[in-house]
């Protein structure tokens, strides 16, 4: 029965320590982001919504940069395109390492958040078409496809402290594979006109980067300014800036040493890099982005509550988001189960993947930034989709916040198991007990 079960795929199963270790200080730092993200928001909010609020629209549209490139933007620009750069550079950083020294590099481990992620895109979308159809929004389908992964860790720090590691992996993981499937979306489905020239231009500084970080060199004074060219050439090309944090991100090496062999190489500058720029992304990017982008008059004329939710695009994101996302990552995870003949881990259950999925449900950063380019920025279908992104994302953690609580007696016992080291040697028994009985999962 041993052999037997060693055999049979399992889901959610827990990994080794090292990616486990690794990726619950991910976790911390992007809960901290979270709960920034969170303030920046309510203060736009409430600043939009105050006797002020032409200030607010007076800050976001402020206009700053060297016209002679073509940069004199807006501030609100400068945080969509400029500093979620940033952020997707940082997503470039943990998919390579991922697909290279991470769970995705195992097909086997891959094919749930890979399929999951792609469900949590399919679904909303065809929800979101299906309630557009007559109306003339669809160019917003893509709205309700992201799930913002520090949103959802701010509300997992409050309600499931508890959830195991390998829940909070996946969870991380698909967010990281939403990510690339939201950035391709941007790429192909949101370039308004393309200018060749400084396209192709802007493989020049690209490819310096890649040569010089190819080669270890860490000098920021080198680096910074290939990285600001490639950025300034993919904004002039019509594709949209953020594009270019994932192309620089791809670029920076994984492993310490390419020849050493394999992921146990070591860590790479990929680790250095995420290390400097995670608390940039997280701490000052998204809490900014947020700040300028959720910014909308509740009560406003355009963007009222009521109009908005009569609006098809608002009703059509806040489905995508929570209904859409749960099926189709709960969908897509059950048919993995199904045709490989796979099993969930023994202590789970299918109602903690709902959860889960439901938690993914959330989506605010690029949810917005794509809103965004759908309908112009400032418009009054962009404030009705600000509005339910807000409603749908609040809703999703209302929901999620309710499956999570009921589960969470049974996340306790887990979490006890999972952080007990009686041998006190500073790695959690269950990682280090190479006799623990009956237990298929890796270590």
């Known amino acids: 029965m041993a052999s037997e079960s060693r055999r049979t795929p399992v889901l959610f199963s827990r990994g080794s320590w090292g990616e486990a270790s690794r990726i619950a200080d991910i976790l911390r730092k992007e809960t901290i982001g979270g709960a920034l993200l969170l303030v920046g928001a309510v203060l736009a909010l409430l600043w939009a919504n105050s006797p002020w609020s032409d200030s607010y629209e007076s800050l976001r549209g402020l206009t700053f940069g060297p016209s002679v490139l073509h940069l004199d933007l807006s501030a609100a620009t400068w945080a969509a395109d400029g500093l979620l750069a940033i952020f997707f550079f940082v997503a470039g950083l943990e998919l390579k390492r991922e697909f290279v020294a991470g769970d995705l590099r195992t097909p086997a481990r891959a094919v749930v958040p890979i399929a999951a992620a792609t469900g949590g895109v399919l679904v909303p979308a065809a929800f979101y078409v299906v309630v557009n159809l007559d109306s003339g929004g669809l160019r917003g389908w893509a709205i309700p496809t992201a799930t913002d992964i520090a949103f959802a860790l701010a509300v997992l720090a409050i309600i499931g402290r508890n959830l195991p590691s390998a829940l909070r992996t996946f969870l991380l993981t698909l967010a990281v594979v939403d990510d690339l499937l939201a950035i391709v ?153 199904r045709f490989t003949r796979a099993r969930l881990d023994p202590d789970l259950g299918w109602v903690d993947v709902a959860g889960l999925a439901v938690l993914g449900g959330i989506g605010f950063t690029v949810s917005l930034l794509i809103g965004e380019l759908a309908f112009e920025a400032g418009s009054e279908r962009d404030a009705h989709v600000k509005i339910a992104v807000l409603a749908g994302s609040l809703t999703a953690a209302l929901i999620a916040t309710i499956i999570l609580r009921v589960r969470n007696r049974q996340y306790q016992v887990i979490h006890a198991a999972e952080t007990a080291d009686l041998d006190h040697d500073g790695i959690p028994d269950v990682y280090s007990d190479p006799d623990d009985a009956g237990d298929p999962r890796p270590r």
């Open 185 to 337: 979306i941007i790429a192909i489905f949101y370039t308004a006109h393309l200018s060749v020239g400084p396209m192709l231009l802007a493989l020049i500084p690209l490819a310096a980067f890649t040569f010089l970080v190819q080669r270890r060199v860490r000098s920021w004074w080198l680096l910074l300014p290939l990285a600001f060219a490639a950025w300034a050439l993919v904004h002039a090309s019509g594709v949209h800036a953020t594009v270019a944090g994932v192309l620089l991100g791809f670029a920076v090496p994984v492993l310490r040493s390419e020849k050493a062999g394999g992921p146990d190489a070591g860590p790479g500058l990929a680790e250095h890099f995420e290390h400097r720029f995670r608390p940039l992304s997280a701490g000052v990017a998204v809490p900014v982005f947020a700040f300028f982008s959720a910014g909308v008059a509740i009560n406003g004329e355009g963007g009222g509550l009521g109009k908005a939710l009569s609006d098809p695009v608002a009703l059509g994101v806040i489905a995508g988001l929570v209904i859409g996302k749960p099926i189709g990552i709960t969908l897509a995870t059950w048919l993995v189960a």
